[in-house]
T-cell receptor
């Protein structure tokens, strides 16, 4: 089975609120993680990445947290906007291969 | 900068027929990937090329799928004969180096429907 998974398949968020998307991974040897956003009819688009020697990394309106103890990472989106509606995937690099989880569909309510 | 180009965008075939997908990666990107994305699932790696050599094809169903990357640039993915379960979006991606060193740039995908 897949080594990367997400806790919830769907997330509904009020516009302006913060979103938190969670992901659990099983391979403790994985050293690099990426969050991707996929809009309908398009390919996945890079959001932010983090290496295993870091706990936190911030981008524009997004923050990724990595907890290696429990093999968990999360993506936080500040002030969620309608354009943030999409499917979000966490991906795990292991042995130079990128494996994707099943994804969380985020819907932003006006 | 031009992105990853894929064609065709949509293809409908009957089972046991053959189909081919084409990918043109971003100029200068050494690594090229083909992923299969079944509806409601995350992308699954089929094959990974470094220049024109295969890095990983462990999840490619070799009895019916084949891929090549001639001259280390464009790539084609072929399915022959197709099965119903091959219905999916086939995503091509490229990266400057390997998957552990930077982001992958994806094309918009080729949606295959097998009837």
């Amino acid at each position: 089975g897949e080594s990367v998974g997400l806790h919830l398949p769907t997330l509904s968020v009020q516009e302006g609120d913060n979103s938190i998307i969670n992901c659990a991974y099983s391979n403790s040897a994985s050293d690099y993680f990426i969050w991707y956003k996929q809009e309908s009819g398009k390919g996945p688009q890079f959001i932010i990445d983090i290496r295993s020697n870091m706990d936190k990394r911030q981008g524009q309106r997004v923050t990724v947290l990595l907890n290696k103890t429990v093999k968990h990472l999360s993506l936080q989106i500040a002030a969620t906007q309608p354009g943030d509606s999409a499917v979000y995937f966490c991906a795990e690099n292991n042995d130079y291969k990128l494996s994707f989880g099943a994804g969380t569909t985020v819907t932003v309510r006006a | 900068e031009a992105g990853v180009a894929q064609s065709p965008r949509y293809k409908i075939i009957e089972k046991r027929q053959s189909v081919a997908f084409w990918c043109n990666p971003i100029s200068g990107h050494a690594t090229l990937y083909w992923y299969q994305q079944i509806l409601g699932q995350g992308p699954k790696l089929l094959i990974q090329f470094q220049n024109n050599g295969v890095v990983d094809d462990s999840q490619l169903p070799k009895d019916r799928f084949s891929a090549e990357r001639l001259k280390g640039v464009d790539s084609t993915l072929k399915i022959q004969p197709a099965k119903l379960e091959d219905s999916a979006v086939y995503l091509c991606a490229s990266s400057l180096q390997g998957a552990n060193t930077g982001e992958l740039f994806f094309g918009e995908g080729s949606r295959l429907t097998v009837l």
